[in-house]
Structure formats: structure tokens, C-alpha cells
């Protein structure tokens, strides 16, 4: 079975510039979650979907991020314009949905430079 | 608050039994995690265990819960070098949809 995809793996960027990241969640799972880990810190919960609804969004600055599910499956996570402080990596993890079966399983994280 | 906390740094030598502690906020989380975090790359799960469990093995590894302290530990046993790496631990928020709230990792070293 296939994992969470997520691309690009790596990004470099300057301050005030726009990104966007990409994520493919394990196949039938409805819930997806965007995390933000900056170095040395564990991660934090930006935004949740089940399937292409927001669940939880309190965390996400949205003067600058927004993400979407538009299909229920992939999603894509964008900052504009990006700060210094937005360096961090971006990882995003999907579970089934189904009670009982809350494990998230994460991707191999979008890993963000701002300069 | 929604603080979950952990030592973050553990040195061990090879074959002995690391011992990774953490303490979490809620009580009335459901489920609490174990991840692991190679350099440059995501989290794997290696385990978990219901609030309604006190201990859960599996191979190597001994999750030993105390609902009353808030405490959670992880054992490898026998620990190799290729245990090295960030280990997190994580409580699943009821009251958050079941997000996940993690520590901020514990380092582990392993040598010869």
C-alpha cells in the first residue's frame, strides 16, 4: 500500500514570495492533516479535513496560508507572501476516518527555506 | 495548557534498554503515539496504545502508561544504532478532533 506522497521535498524561497505544497493522502482515507514542524520543536496542527471539509483550521495563520481539498483526496497547502519565520517543515499526514482507526500516518514532509 | 513534555536528549550504549519518558495534558485523551524521526525524513509510527491499557509490547518495544500521573514511557529493548534518532511522543485530543499534540522529541544516541 502506498504511502502519504508529498512534493516538493525540498523549497527555497525569498521573503514575500508565494509557495504551494502538495500532498496525496494513502488511498481512502478521508481525513488529512497539514502540520508545521520547525527545527528542534515537534509538530503542530495547521488544518484538518474530512474528506473535503475543514474540521479544524484555529491554527492556521490565514493572513497569509490557506489549503484546500476541492475532491476530497489530494490537497494543497499555500503561503503568500512567506515570512522568515514560516522556515520549517511541512508535513502532512492522513488517517481513515473511521472510529477506531484514528492512526495518522505522515509523508515525508515538504522541508521549507525562507530567505 | 497543551504542553506535552519529554527529556530531550537520552545516550545509551549498544544492547542496553533505552528508556524514553513523557508526560501529557489531558486525561481524557484516548489514545497516545509513538514516533519516530530519522534525520531528513517524516515520522513513523511505531506504536500506540489505548488510555484503557497500562502496558502494550510489541517486539522490542514497551509502552508502559499511568493514566493517574499523565505519564507515558517507551523501552527498546536491546537498543541498536540504527534506533537512533528523535523519538515523539503524542496524545490524540478528543476535544480537538482527534488532532494530534506532540512533544517536542527526545533525541537518542546510540553508541558502540
Known amino acids: 500500500e502506498a504511502g502519504v506522497a508529498q512534493s516538493p521535498r525540498y523549497k527555497i524561497i525569498e521573503k514575500r514570495q508565494s509557495v504551494a505544497f502538495w500532498c496525496n493522502p494513502i488511498?481512502?482515507?478521508?481525513?488529512l492533516y497539514w502540520y508545521q514542524q520547525i527545527l528542534g520543536q515537534g509538530p503542530k496542527l495547521l488544518i484538518q479535513?474530512?474528506?473535503?471539509?475543514?474540521?479544524?483550521d484555529s491554527q492556521l495563520p490565514k493572513d497569509r496560508f490557506s489549503a484546500e481539498r476541492l475532491k476530497g483526496v489530494d490537497s494543497t497547502l499555500k503561503i503568500q507572501p512567506a515570512k522568515l519565520e514560516d522556515s520549517a517543515v511541512y508535513l502532512c499526514?492522513?488517517?481513515?476516518?473511521?472510529?477506531?482507526?484514528?492512526?495518522?500516518?505522515f509523508g515525508p514532509g515538504t522541508r521549507l527555506l525562507v530567505l | 495548557g497543551e504542553d506535552v513534555e519529554q527529556s530531550l536528549f537520552l545516550s545509551v550504549r549498544e544492547g542496553d534498554s533505552s528508556v524514553i519518558n513523557c508526560t501529557y495534558t489531558?486525561?481524557?485523551?484516548?489514545?497516545l503515539y509513538w514516533y519516530k524521526q530519522e534525520p531528513g525524513a517524516g515520522l513513523q509510527l511505531l506504536t500506540y496504545i489505548f488510555s484503557n491499557m497500562d502496558m502494550k509490547q510489541d517486539q522490542r518495544l514497551t509502552v508502559l502508561l499511568n493514566k493517574k500521573d499523565k505519564h507515558l514511557s517507551l523501552r527498546i529493548a536491546d537498543t541498536q544504532t540504527g534506533d537512533s534518532a528523535i523519538y515523539f511522543c503524542?496524545?490524540?485530543?478528543?476535544?480537538?478532533?482527534?488532532?494530534?499534540?506532540f512533544g517536542a522529541g527526545t533525541r537518542l544516541a546510540v553508541h558502540p
Open positions: 499526514a492522513s488517517s481513515s476516518g473511521l472510529a477506531g482507526e484514528e492512526t495518522q500516518y
Open positions: 503524542a496524545e490524540a485530543s478528543p476535544r480537538g478532533y482527534n488532532k494530534l499534540i
Open positions: 488511498s481512502g482515507h478521508a481525513t
Open positions: 489531558d486525561s481524557s485523551s484516548t489514545y
Open positions: 479535513f474530512q474528506n473535503n471539509g475543514v474540521v479544524d
